[in-house]
C-alpha cells in the first residue's frame, strides 16, 4: 500500500506498512491520550502484533513480537534514531540530553554517563535510599488513608537529588526540590504538553500561557543547577564527592574532553525526568499489585524480615523474591508503553518493507503480554522470575540495544531497596477497590487515585514452634 508514514516528507515509491485503525489523526491521538492500553489491545485484537497509529505529529508503527523488536535494538547508530521521537522532552531535558542526541554524540554522553549509575557506587547510593524512606515513613500517619505515589515522589526527588545533583541536606536541597516540583506540576498540565505535541516550532508556544509558565518554572530551576556547577568546579574536595554531578564533572571523553555546563544541565534533567516519576509510580504500582495479591505480599514481606527489622541494602539487594517481585511489576505494569526510533535508511521489519523517515517502536506494554511468552500474562506471578534471566525482547521496561536507558541498573536497585524497607518497617492493606485501573498521566502508565493504602504497626513475623 501506498503512504505518506514520514516525518520530512513522502516517499518517493509505494512501502507496505502495518495497517492502521481508519480514524483520523486528531481522534487517534485523543484515544491515545485518554485510553491508550484500550487502544494498543483494540489494535491487537484488530491487526496482530504489528500496526500504526497517527498520533501527531506523526505516525508511528508499533511491533511487540519478539524478531521485530530484536532488529529495532540491534540496530546501529546510523540506521536508527531516536532523538526525533523523544523532541516532545527537549523542552525540560535540552538539546544535548542523552534522549535526544543521535550517533556518534549519543554515544559520546552514553560513555561518560555509565559509570555513575554502575558498580560499587551503588552501596553509596543504597544508604542514602534507606535513610530517605524511613525518614519519608516516619511522618505517616498510623492506621490512616495515605495516597503512596504522593509519599514514592517524595522518596525518588530526594533519593535523585542527593545521589544526582548531589544536594547536601539543607536549604539548597530544599530550595532546588520547590523548584522542581513546581516545575514537574506545570509540565503534568496537558494544556502545556499537547501544544509541544502539535507544534514543532517553539516560536509558536513561548507566549501561550501553560507552555509560558512551564517555561518560568524551568528557568528558575536552571539558574540553580548551573549555580551548583559552578560550585561544584570550584569545589576543592571534589574528587572526594560521590555524587553524579561530581562524577560527571571528572568524566573525560576519547579526546579527554570533559561536559561543558550546558551538557551537565541537560543530562541533569535528564536523570531527574527518566528517573523521578517513572520510579515513583513503579514503586506505586508495586504496592497496588501486592496487597491486591495478599498471597505474594505475605511470601514477600516474610523474605524481607528474614533480614531484621532494619535490613542492610546489600541484604535487599540479594534478596531472590523481591527481585522477582519487582520485575513482574514491571512486566504486567510498563510505565512507559513504548520507545520509537525514526528509520535512517529503508528496513525490512516484521515483514514489511519501511521507508527512511519511518517513525517505529517496540510496543512495550504488548511485549510484557504476549502469551506465547508468559503463560497467563495478565496474573502477577512473581515466581516466573525466580532463576530466570530476562530476554531483552520481551522484557523492556528500558528499552533496549545502544538506547536502554542509562539509569536502569539504578532504578531497579532503588525500587528493590525502598520497597523492601517499607516491607521490613510497616504492614499495609488497600484503601481502594483492588486492581487499580491504567491511566496516563503526562507520559507515564499509573494506578489511578495513586494507590490509596492504610499503614499499621508491624506484626512480629511468625515462627515456627
Same mark, same amino acid.
Given at each position: 500500500?501506498?503512504?505518506?508514514?514520514?516525518?520530512?516528507?513522502?516517499?518517493?515509491?509505494?512501502?507496505?506498512?502495518?495497517?492502521?485503525?481508519?480514524?483520523?489523526?486528531?481522534?487517534?491521538?485523543?484515544?491515545?491520550?485518554?485510553?491508550?492500553?484500550?487502544?494498543?489491545?483494540?489494535?491487537?485484537?484488530?491487526? *496482530?502484533?504489528?500496526?500504526?497509529?497517527?498520533?501527531?505529529?506523526?505516525?508511528? %508503527?508499533?511491533?511487540?513480537?519478539?524478531?521485530?523488536?530484536?532488529?529495532?535494538?540491534?540496530?546501529?547508530?546510523?540506521?536508527?534514531?531516536?532523538?526525533?521521537?523523544?523532541?516532545?522532552?527537549?523542552?525540560?531535558?535540552?538539546?544535548?540530553?542523552?534522549?535526544?542526541?543521535?550517533?556518534?554524540?549519543?554515544?559520546?554522553?552514553?560513555?561518560?554517563?555509565?559509570?555513575?549509575?554502575?558498580?560499587?557506587?551503588?552501596?553509596?547510593?543504597?544508604?542514602?535510599?534507606?535513610?530517605?524512606?524511613?525518614?519519608?515513613?516516619? /511522618?505517616?500517619?498510623?492506621?490512616?488513608?495515605?495516597?503512596?505515589?504522593?509519599?514514592?515522589?517524595?522518596?525518588?526527588?530526594?533519593?535523585?537529588?542527593?545521589?544526582?545533583?548531589?544536594?547536601?541536606?539543607?536549604?539548597?536541597?530544599?530550595?532546588?526540590?520547590?523548584?522542581?516540583?513546581?516545575?514537574?506540576?506545570?509540565?503534568?498540565?496537558?494544556?502545556?504538553?499537547?501544544?509541544?505535541?502539535?507544534?514543532?516550532?517553539?516560536?509558536?508556544?513561548?507566549?501561550?500561557?501553560?507552555?509560558?509558565?512551564?517555561?518560568?518554572?524551568?528557568?528558575?530551576?536552571?539558574?540553580?543547577?548551573?549555580?551548583?556547577?559552578?560550585?561544584?568546579? %570550584?569545589?576543592?574536595?571534589?574528587?572526594?564527592?560521590?555524587?553524579?554531578?561530581?562524577?560527571?564533572?571528572?568524566?573525560?571523553?576519547?579526546?579527554?574532553?570533559?561536559?561543558?555546563?550546558?551538557?551537565?544541565?541537560?543530562?541533569?534533567?535528564?536523570?531527574?525526568?527518566?528517573?523521578?516519576?517513572?520510579?515513583?509510580?513503579?514503586?506505586?504500582?508495586?504496592?497496588?499489585?501486592?496487597?491486591?495479591?495478599?498471597?505474594?505480599?505475605?511470601?514477600?514481606?516474610?523474605?524481607?524480615?528474614?533480614?531484621?527489622?532494619?535490613?542492610?541494602?546489600?541484604?535487599?539487594?540479594?534478596?531472590?523474591?523481591?527481585?522477582?517481585?519487582?520485575?513482574?511489576?514491571?512486566?504486567?505494569?510498563?510505565?512507559?508503553?513504548?520507545?520509537? /526510533?525514526?528509520?535512517?535508511?529503508?528496513?525490512?521489519?516484521?515483514?514489511?518493507?519501511?521507508?527512511?523517515?519511518?517513525?517505529?517502536?517496540?510496543?512495550?506494554?504488548?511485549?510484557?503480554?504476549?502469551?506465547?511468552?508468559?503463560?497467563?500474562?495478565?496474573?502477577?506471578?512473581?515466581?516466573?522470575?525466580?532463576?530466570?534471566?530476562?530476554?531483552?525482547?520481551?522484557?523492556?521496561?528500558?528499552? *533496549?540495544?545502544?538506547?536502554?536507558?542509562?539509569?536502569?541498573?539504578?532504578?531497579?536497585?532503588?525500587?528493590?531497596?525502598?520497597?523492601?524497607?517499607?516491607?521490613?518497617?510497616?504492614?499495609?492493606?488497600?484503601?481502594?477497590?483492588?486492581?487499580?485501573?491504567?491511566?496516563?498521566?503526562?507520559?507515564?502508565?499509573?494506578?489511578?487515585?495513586?494507590?490509596?493504602?492504610?499503614?499499621?504497626?508491624?506484626?512480629?513475623?511468625?515462627?515456627?514452634?
Amino acid at each position: 500500500m501506498g503512504i505518506s508514514n514520514t516525518l520530512a516528507g513522502a516517499p518517493s515509491k509505494p512501502y507496505a506498512i502495518p495497517p492502521e485503525p481508519p480514524l483520523p489523526m486528531p481522534f487517534q491521538t485523543m484515544l491515545w491520550v485518554q485510553r491508550p492500553t484500550e487502544m494498543m489491545e483494540m489494535c491487537l485484537r484488530q491487526y *496482530g502484533s504489528a500496526f500504526t497509529l497517527a498520533l501527531a505529529p506523526f505516525r508511528i %508503527s508499533l511491533f511487540s513480537d519478539p524478531e521485530s523488536i530484536r532488529t529495532i535494538f540491534a540496530a546501529k547508530p546510523d540506521e536508527m534514531h531516536a532523538g526525533e521521537v523523544n523532541r516532545i522532552l527537549r523542552t525540560l531535558v535540552g538539546q544535548d540530553s542523552v534522549l535526544l542526541l543521535d550517533g556518534q554524540e549519543h554515544l559520546r554522553h552514553r560513555k561518560l554517563l555509565m559509570p555513575s549509575f554502575h558498580g560499587e557506587r551503588m552501596r553509596f547510593y543504597g544508604d542514602t535510599m534507606v535513610e530517605i524512606t524511613r525518614d519519608v515513613m516516619a /511522618r505517616w500517619p498510623e492506621g490512616q488513608q495515605i495516597t503512596l505515589h504522593d509519599h514514592t515522589q517524595e522518596i525518588t526527588l530526594q533519593v535523585i537529588l542527593r545521589t544526582v545533583f548531589g544536594a547536601d541536606a539543607g536549604p539548597d536541597e530544599q530550595k532546588l526540590g520547590d523548584q522542581i516540583k513546581h516545575m514537574l506540576a506545570a509540565a503534568e498540565n496537558r494544556l502545556a504538553i499537547m501544544p509541544m505535541v502539535f507544534l514543532a516550532d517553539r516560536k509558536h508556544l513561548e507566549n501561550k500561557a501553560p507552555f509560558k509558565w512551564l517555561l518560568a518554572r524551568r528557568n528558575a530551576v536552571d539558574a540553580t543547577i548551573f549555580e551548583q556547577i559552578a560550585r561544584r568546579r %570550584s569545589d576543592p574536595g571534589l574528587a572526594q564527592r560521590k555524587d553524579v554531578l561530581s562524577m560527571l564533572l571528572g568524566a573525560r571523553d576519547d579526546e579527554d574532553q570533559g561536559m561543558t555546563d550546558v551538557e551537565l544541565r541537560d543530562e541533569l534533567m535528564t536523570a531527574l525526568a527518566a528517573g523521578h516519576e517513572t520510579t515513583a509510580t513503579g514503586l506505586a504500582w508495586a504496592m497496588e499489585r501486592l496487597l491486591s495479591n495478599p498471597a505474594t505480599y505475605d511470601r514477600l514481606r516474610d523474605e524481607v524480615r528474614t533480614c531484621g527489622d532494619a535490613p542492610a541494602p546489600e541484604q535487599l539487594a540479594a534478596l531472590p523474591y523481591l527481585d522477582a517481585t519487582v520485575k513482574e511489576v514491571l512486566r504486567l505494569r510498563p510505565v512507559v508503553p513504548l520507545v520509537g /526510533r525514526v528509520l535512517k535508511k529503508d528496513t525490512r521489519l516484521g515483514g514489511y518493507d519501511m521507508p527512511a523517515g519511518t517513525a517505529v517502536g517496540a510496543c512495550i506494554y504488548l511485549a510484557h503480554r504476549n502469551p506465547n511468552v508468559y503463560p497467563e500474562p495478565d496474573q502477577f506471578k512473581p515466581e516466573r522470575w525466580l532463576g530466570v534471566t530476562p530476554d531483552p525482547t520481551t522484557w523492556l521496561p528500558f528499552g *533496549g540495544g545502544i538506547r536502554r536507558c542509562v539509569g536502569a541498573a539504578f532504578a531497579l536497585y532503588e525500587m528493590k531497596i525502598v520497597l523492601g524497607t517499607m516491607l521490613a518497617a510497616r504492614d499495609f492493606e488497600l484503601a481502594q477497590p483492588k486492581d487499580a485501573r491504567v491511566r496516563r498521566r503526562a507520559i507515564t502508565f499509573w494506578p489511578e487515585g495513586g494507590t490509596r493504602l492504610r499503614t499499621r504497626k508491624r506484626v512480629p513475623l511468625r515462627r515456627a514452634a
